[in-house]
């Protein structure tokens, strides 16, 4: 896959924080003119994620590098695979190794938690979602690797989806006076999420025509009436109102949930 420029960007602020003004070690103990090659073994098992970028690096370092992936983003991989192979000058590599490894350790590590998550609640029809808590920088590629895992994107930022949370509602004063505002001001442009606490909260949502509800830390029982009551709601009224489930989601309690 080709990532845009702040991936690029990304990954030149990477090397300089880790290279700085050179890789001293390298420069005294390795030959200027020494070749090497090299494969990437994997550590552990999981889903591959960022081989690409982990080339990238290495290319940003030194062009004549050649990287080749053995196994593509998105594969499942076990311990003691090699998933690529390296071939260049030797003190290139050296320096390149440290960032490449880092961005496919990270964002392997994202995919391959989402896989666990989208197993545990395999059969279900339940789609497993990320959020807007990603490492700054990181978001692009943080996204992709939850896809790599067979999850899926929310909203990409505040930008593409209105998502009416609790201090949003304390700071226009109440719900209703929120919904109003949202509805005159939004005129169906974007869709549109409430975080919702309790019952009462979820019906004023539902009336006030929100095409997504969020249900924030609801326990297991007042979960089940909830969604009960949006499907009911759904039904009389014909329009699709979608549910998502937060707080205090873990793999243990994932497929109850």
């Not at 290279?19 to 073994?41: E, H, K, M, W």
């Amino acid at each position: 896959m080709r990532f845009g420029q702040p991936v690029g960007e990304l990954i030149r602020l990477s090397l300089k924080e880790d290279v700085g003004s050179g890789d001293v070690t390298t420069s005294l103990v390795v030959p200027a003119g020494q070749r090497a090659s090299a494969f990437i073994y994997a550590k552990g098992s999981g889903v591959l994620a960022g081989i690409e970028v982990a080339g990238q690096v290495l290319k940003t370092i030194d062009k004549r590098i050649r990287f080749k992936p053995l196994f593509q983003d998105g594969q499942h991989i076990r311990k003691g695979y090699r998933i690529a192979r390296i071939e260049g000058r030797a003190a290139s590599i050296l320096t390149a190794e440290r960032t490449a490894l880092n961005f496919l350790q990270r964002l392997s590590g994202v995919a391959t938690l989402t896989w666990q998550y989208v197993q545990k609640v395999s059969g279900t029809g339940v789609k497993i979602c990320d959020t807007r808590k990603t490492t700054p920088g990181w978001r692009e590629l943080e996204k992709y690797a939850v896809r790599m895992g067979k999850g899926r994107n929310h909203r990409r930022g505040l930008y593409d989806q209105i998502l009416i949370k609790d201090n949003h509602i304390k700071t226009a004063g109440s719900l209703a006076r929120t919904l109003t505002r949202v509805k005159s001001k939004n005129a169906g442009k974007l869709s549109f999420e409430i975080e919702v606490s309790n019952a009462s909260e979820l019906n004023q949502a539902l009336l006030g025509g929100a095409d997504w509800v969020m249900l924030d830390n609801f326990s297991i029982p007042k979960l089940k009436r909830a969604i009960l009551m949006v499907r009911m709601f759904s039904k009389i009224n014909k329009k699709k109102v979608r549910v998502e489930v937060s707080g205090d989601v873990s793999l243990e309690n994932v497929r109850w949930i």
